[in-house]
T-cell receptor, first 113, second 111 residues
């Protein structure tokens, strides 16, 4: 099915552990981004990419790393998980060019204990 | 970044009622959108509407970019309309791919 695929859907980590949230899209979209959603806060941008090899920071980048080696994939890495990173994470993509909307993945619910 | 404010924060309706959700934004935007987050957490893109008016069934949206606001209209609401409605925008002149979200309007429709 065409769209944005996120894995895993649920994850529990211990404080200090590292992990990678996966995001893949099959629509050949140039632009991809990661957001976190916390209760009452809406979604906030973590990192984004405008093409393979190009990434930049968003509003809340601390504690996260990204890379974009292919157009299709945009993984998000938590370097040393903290309880403050407990959240729901969404990946999104858009073709770019300023004339199209965004497609979001189904989200990853992460709990750090 | 830009600021995006939504009102009301909560809305409770009887099935069949109409409603209007508002989104104000602080600066010129490049990519105003409305999303619905259903009770299962899925984000669905409702409208890409940087200006003008669009309609899709019982939903319609209007953006007046010069006055920095957008409205989402829901007519003849149904219980399946329940969820959170978000407005989001990309700031004009920036690199595309940075959406700024409002805090959402929580809509509950009772049968």
């Amino acid at each position: 099915n065409a769209g944005v695929t996120q894995t895993p859907k649920f994850q529990v980590l211990k404080t200090g552990q590292s992990m990678t949230l996966q995001c893949a899209q099959d629509m050949n979209h140039e632009y991809m981004s990661w957001y976190r959603q916390d209760p009452g806060m809406g979604l906030r941008l973590i990192h984004y990419s405008v093409g393979a090899g190009i990434t930049d920071q968003g509003e809340v980048p601390n504690g996260y790393n990204v890379s974009r080696s292919t157009t299709e994939d945009f993984p998000l890495r938590l370097l040393s998980a903290a309880p403050s990173q407990t959240s729901v994470y969404f990946c999104a993509s858009t073709p770019g060019g300023g004339t199209y909307g965004y497609t979001f993945g189904s989200g990853t619910r992460l709990t750090v204990v | 970044g830009i600021q995006v404010e939504q009102s009301p924060p909560d809305l409770i309706l009887q099935e069949g009622a109409n409603s209007t959700l508002r989104c104000n934004f602080s600066d010129s935007v490049n990519n105003l959108q409305w999303f619905h987050q259903n009770p299962w957490g899925q984000l669905i893109n409702l409208f890409y509407i940087p200006s003008g008016t669009k309609q899709n069934g019982r939903l319609s949206a209007t953006t007046v970019a010069t006055e920095r606001y957008s409205l989402l209209y829901i007519s003849s609401s149904q219980t399946t309309d329940s969820g959170v409605y978000f407005c989001a925008a990309d700031d004009r002149g920036s690199t595309l791919g940075r959406l700024y979200f409002g805090r959402g309007t929580q809509l509950t429709v009772w049968p």
